[in-house]
C-alpha cells in the first residue's frame, strides 16, 4: 500500500516504445508458472516472466519478443485477446510491470487480470481487433516508435495514427483521480462497513435475525 | 419483475457507492492460503493496519503441501518458509488456521463448505479464482489479487464494478457415465473461456436442480475457466440439509431463521436476468480437453476439430494447441495414449468423485507405464474414504493414494508432470506448463473418466466400462 496521495497516484497518460505479443488466451500461468510463486514477496519476478515460452528445455532461446533485442526497454505491452485469464494471481501483472511495462493494450482481458493491473496502477486499455493489428505493425516497422496511452482523451497513439481506447468507467476514474490504491478510501467508509454487517444476519450467527 | 440472488445478495452488501461509479462490497466470508497472501499480510505491517474482521476470516495451507511426507521442516526450503509466513501471519493477526497436522486442513475450496463456513446468501472472496466454487450454496463468490487481500484484511471490503447476469439452464437429462465435470466442460465449450466476461452466471435447470451439493460445486468451480468470475446455484432444501449440523452452520433456534433467510435471498421466479441461456443436457457427452485452455473440449466419441472449420476467433489458438499437444486434426480423441492420471483438485476431488472414481478402479489394474494417483481434498475426506475403504480399491488397483492438497493441478508441490508427459487429469485447467512442466500436456475429464484412462492407458469412454 502506497503511502502517497492521490494526487501523486494520478495515471493519465503513459508513454515509450512497445512490445507485441500475440496470441489470444494467454493465461496467468504463461505469464508468471506457478513455481516462481514459491515466495513470500514479488521481488525478482521479472527474472521469470513468459519463462516458458522464451526458453526451451534445452535452455535455448525461443523468440520471444521479450527476449528481442528491438523491443528490450518497452513500456507498453501489445496483446490479443483475454489476456491474463485464469488464475487470481496478482504475480501476473507484478512480474509484467517489474520488467519494465508501464501501460498495457490488447484486445480485450480476463477479468481479474485486469482488476489486478488497476490496483498496481497499471493502465489496461482496450482496442479493436483490426487496430491492434495495424498498431502491432506499426510498432514491428518501426520499433523505436512510442506509443502514447491516454485515459483522459480515451485514445492509443503510435506514429501519428489515433486509436479508440476503452476502459470501463470505474477503474479509468480510479487512475485518473489516484484512487487506485483502494485501502484508504474503503477504510473511509468507517462505521457504513459496521452498519452494513449489523443488517446481515449470518454477521451475528442470525442470533438477532427475525424467526 | 423480480430479482435474482445476484442482484439481491449485491444490494444487501453494498456499503456505498464510490465516487469512481465502483460499489464498495462488504465480504462475509475470506478465505486466505499460503500462496497469494504473504505480501499483503506485509503491507498491512508496513501501513500498521490490522484485520477488521478477524473472526470472518479463516486460513489454511493447501497450494504447496507435499501429498507424501508431511514432517517439517519439508524438503523444499520455499515451501517451508512459506509455510512459516501463513502460520506467523496467521498467529500475529488473529485469524483462525487450519496447519498441516490439523484434522481440517485441506484445499480451501473444499473446507469451507465442509466446516459449514460457505453459507447462502453470503458474499466470499479469497486470492483464488476458484472461489466461485462456493456460489454452489447460493453464496456471490468470486477469487481477488493479493492487493485485494490487503484490502479485505484491512476493510472486509472489496471495490467493484457491478457485473451483469446471465442464467445459463441445462435442461433435460444426463445420459449415464455423464458427470457435473462434462456439463460444466461442456458449457464453456459452448460459450468459450472468455464467454462469461463482465458477467455472473446462475447455473439453473433440472440438471442443477438434480445435482447433489458437491456436483454443484464442481460446476461452479469452473465458472472463471468460461471468463465468468461468479458463478452461482439457488439454495434449495439440499443445500440446507448439506449444512444442517456442520461446525460453523447456524445451531438450534437460529437454524430455522437462517433457513428462511436462504430462501428469501434466493431468485424470484420471475427474476430479470441480462442473458438468458438454454443447453440440452441429452447432448453432453463425457468430455475430454484436447487443447491449451478448457474450451478445447470434445465428446469422447468425437473426433478432434479442424483449425481451417473453425470460426476466425479459435482458429489460431486451436493450430497453436494441436502443435503443443502433437495431435492431429480430424482424429479421434479416444485412444489418445497417458502416461500420468490425476484424481484431485478443487474441481474434483470429493467423496463423491473419489466413489465413482474408486467404481470404475474396482477388481481392474492401471496400465502399466501409468503413473497415477488420488489425492483427497481434504484431511476429513481423506479419513472418510478410509472409512469406506476407497484407499484399499485404488491401492490394489495401483494408484498411488495421497495427503490432502492441491497437488498437480498446478504443481507448486513435489508432485509435477516430466517432460512431454501426457496427463488425464481431473483438475480444472489444461494450460501449456499449468502441470509442473513446461512441454506437459494435460487432457482435463472426469475423475471416473481419469479412472478409465488409468486403467487402459489410452482416453477412453468410461461408459463402456460402468
Known amino acids: 500500500m502506497s503511502a502517497a496521495k492521490p494526487e501523486e497516484l494520478k495515471v493519465s497518460r503513459r508513454a515509450g516504445r512497445a512490445v507485441p505479443v500475440d496470441g489470444d488466451d494467454i493465461d496467468t500461468d504463461r505469464i508468471i ?43 507498453v505491452l501489445l496483446v490479443d485477446r483475454n489476456f491474463g485469464c485464469g488464475s487470481s494471481r ?10 519494465g511495462i508501464q501501460a498495457l493494450v490488447a484486445e480485450s482481458y480476463a477479468e481479474i487480470f485486469f482488476g489486478n493491473c488497476v490496483t498496481l496502477g497499471i493502465p489496461a486499455v482496450a482496442v479493436s481487433r483490426d487496430d491492434m493489428a495495424t498498431l502491432k505493425q506499426l510498432v514491428r516497422d518501426e520499433p523505436r516508435a512510442e506509443v502514447i496511452v491516454d485515459l483522459k482523451e480515451r485514445v492509443v497513439i503510435c506514429r501519428d495514427q489515433r486509436f479508440p481506447a476503452r476502459m470501463p468507467d470505474g477503474a479509468r476514474k480510479q487512475l485518473q483521480e489516484g484512487t487506485w490504491d483502494a485501502t484508504q478510501a474503503l477504510l473511509s467508509a468507517g462505521d457504513a462497513i459496521r452498519s452494513t454487517a449489523s443488517r446481515l444476519p449470518y454477521v451475528s450467527g442470525f442470533e438477532g435475525a427475525a424467526r | 419483475m423480480g430479482r435474482s440472488l445476484f442482484d439481491k445478495v449485491w444490494d444487501l452488501h453494498s456499503v456505498r457507492e464510490l465516487e ?3 460499489t464498495q462490497l462488504f465480504i462475509g466470508l475470506h478465505l486466505v492460503h499460503e500462496v497469494t497472501s504473504p505480501q499483503a499480510f506485509q503491507m498491512m505491517r508496513e501501513a500498521g493496519l490490522t484485520v477488521l474482521y478477524p473472526q470472518r476470516t479463516f486460513a489454511t495451507v493447501d497450494h504447496i503441501v507435499p501429498t507424501d511426507a508431511l514432517s517439517r521442516p519439508l524438503a523444499d526450503d520455499l515451501a517451508e518458509r512459506m509455510l512459516t509466513a501463513i502460520e506467523k501471519n496467521a498467529r500475529e493477526f488473529g485469524i483462525e488456521f487450519y496447519g498441516l497436522g490439523s484434522a481440517s486442513q485441506g484445499i480451501v475450496h473444499v473446507i469451507g463448505p465442509e466446516l459449514g463456513l460457505t453459507q447462502p446468501g453470503m458474499t466470499i472472496a479469497c486470492g ?15 477469487g481477488i489479487g493479493t492487493s485485494q487481500v490487503r484490502d479485505v484484511l484491512a476493510s472486509q471490503t472489496l471495490a467493484m464494478a457491478r457485473p451483469k447476469v446471465r442464467r445459463v439452464r441445462v435442461t433435460g437429462r444426463l445420459g449415464g457415465g455423464v458427470y457435473a465435470k462434462d456439463v460444466i466442460l461442456h458449457i464453456i465449450r459452448r460459450l468459450g473461456v472468455n464467454g462469461g466476461a463482465g458477467h455472473a452466471y446462475e447455473f439453473a435447470g433440472p440438471i442443477l436442480e438434480s445435482f447433489s451439493m458437491e456436483e454443484r460445486m464442481t460446476v ?17 432444501a439440499k443445500t440446507f440439509e448439506y449444512l444442517r449440523g456442520r461446525r460453523f452452520a447456524p445451531q438450534g433456534a437460529n437454524w430455522d431463521k437462517a433457513v428462511a433467510w436462504w430462501k428469501s435471498i434466493s431468485s424470484d421466479g420471475d427474476a430479470r436476468y441480462d442473458d438468458d441461456v438454454a443447453l440440452a443436457g441429452e447432448e453432453i457427452a463425457p468430455t475430454v480437453t484436447w487443447g491449451i485452455n478448457p474450451g478445447q473440449a470434445i465428446g469422447v466419441d468425437e473426433n478432434l476439430p479442424r483449425p481451417e472449420e473453425m470460426p ?11 502443435e503443443f499437444m502433437s495431435l492431429t486434426p480430424g482424429d479421434p480423441i479416444a485412444g489418445t495414449p497417458i502416461d500420468v ?22 477388481g481392474r489394474h492401471v496400465s502399466p507405464g501409468v503413473r497415477a494417483l488420488v489425492v483427497p481434498g481434504s484431511r476429513s475426506i481423506k479419513n472418510e474414504a478410509e472409512a469406506e475403504g476407497l484407499h484399499e480399491i485404488f491401492r490394489a488397483a495401483g494408484f498411488d493414494w495421497r495427503e490432502p492438497g492441491c497437488s498437480m ?58
Open chain 2, 20 to 22: 469512481s461509479g465502483q
Open chain 2, 409 to 466: 493441478c498446478l504443481a507448486m508441490n513435489p508432485d509435477k508432470l516430466k517432460g512431454r508427459e501426457v496427463c488425464a487429469s481431473s483438475s480444472n485447467r489444461n494450460f501449456k506448463g499449468r502441470q509442473g512442466s513446461a512441454t506437459g500436456r494435460t487432457l482435463l475429464m472426469s475423475p471416473a473418466m481419469v479412472a478409465a484412462a488409468a486403467i487402459a492407458g489410452r482416453v477412453t469412454d468410461v461408459r463402456e466400462m460402468l
Open chain 2, 220 to 236: 461452479c468451480n469452473m465458472a472463471i475457466e468460461g471468463g465468468a468470475r461468479v458463478g452461482y446455484v439457488n439454495p434449495d
Open chain 2, 128 to 142: 483464488d479464482s476458484h472461489t466461485s466454487t462456493h456460489g454452489a450454496f447460493g453464496a456471490i463468490a468470486f
Open chain 1, 90 to 99: 496478482e504475480h501476473a501483472p507484478q512480474a509484467i510491470t517489474r520488467w
Open chain 1, 33 to 75: 508458472p506457478a513455481r516462481f510463486m514459491k515466495g513470500i514477496t514479488f521481488e525478482g519476478l521479472e527474472n521469470h516472466v513468459f519463462e516458458d515460452v522464451r526458453t526451451g528445455p534445452d535452455g535455448k532461446s525461443l523468440g520471444h519478443p521479450f527476449d528481442d533485442p528491438r523491443f528490450q526497454g518497452a513500456r
Open chain 2, 341 to 362: 492420471a490425476f484424481i484431485g483438485s478443487c474441481t474434483n476431488s470429493r467423496i463423491s468423485d473419489l466413489r465413482e472414481a474408486a467404481k470404475v478402479a474396482q
Open chain 2, 312 to 322: 476466425d476467433t479459435e482458429r489460431s489458438t486451436a493450430r497453436e494447441a494441436f
